[in-house]
Structures are given as structure tokens and as C-alpha cells.
């Protein structure tokens, strides 16, 4: 019964780790006011930028490693 919850959830990762890139990005979009009051344009920009991070699995290696080294520093 264990082996089942556990490759549960390893299904659903990858769209927990959508979503919190896509929240982060989004936040910090928001926060910042880069694009100015255009919401629209930042959920577009969120969305793409968070499935990058879905399709390309190198690119979370890179984030992980770097942000490893920027914790080290």
C-alpha cells in the first residue's frame, strides 16, 4: 500500500512544480511592477517561463545547482 501512495506521488511533481513556478514568477511580476498593471501579460509570461521548467528537464537541474551555489555564497 505504501509503494502505491508513493508512486502517486511522483505522478503529480511534475504539476506541483508547474505551479509553483508559475506562482513565483507570477508573484514576483506582480511585486515588482516591471510590466506595470498589465496582469494579462503577466500570466502569459508565467505560464510560459513555468512550462519551460515542465519541458526541459536540464533547465531545473541548472536551478538547482545554481541555487545551491547561491546559498553557498
Request: no cysteine.
Amino acid at each position: 500500500m505504501a509503494a502505491a501512495s508513493v508512486s502517486a506521488i511522483s505522478y503529480f511533481v511534475p504539476i506541483f512544480a508547474f505551479l509553483l513556478v508559475f506562482i513565483v514568477i507570477y508573484a514576483l511580476l506582480f511585486k515588482t511592477q516591471i510590466l506595470g498593471e498589465n496582469q494579462p501579460v503577466m500570466l502569459f509570461i508565467s505560464l510560459i517561463l513555468a512550462s519551460f521548467f515542465i519541458i526541459e528537464a536540464s533547465l531545473v537541474e541548472f536551478v538547482q545547482f545554481s541555487s545551491a551555489w547561491m546559498v553557498t555564497l
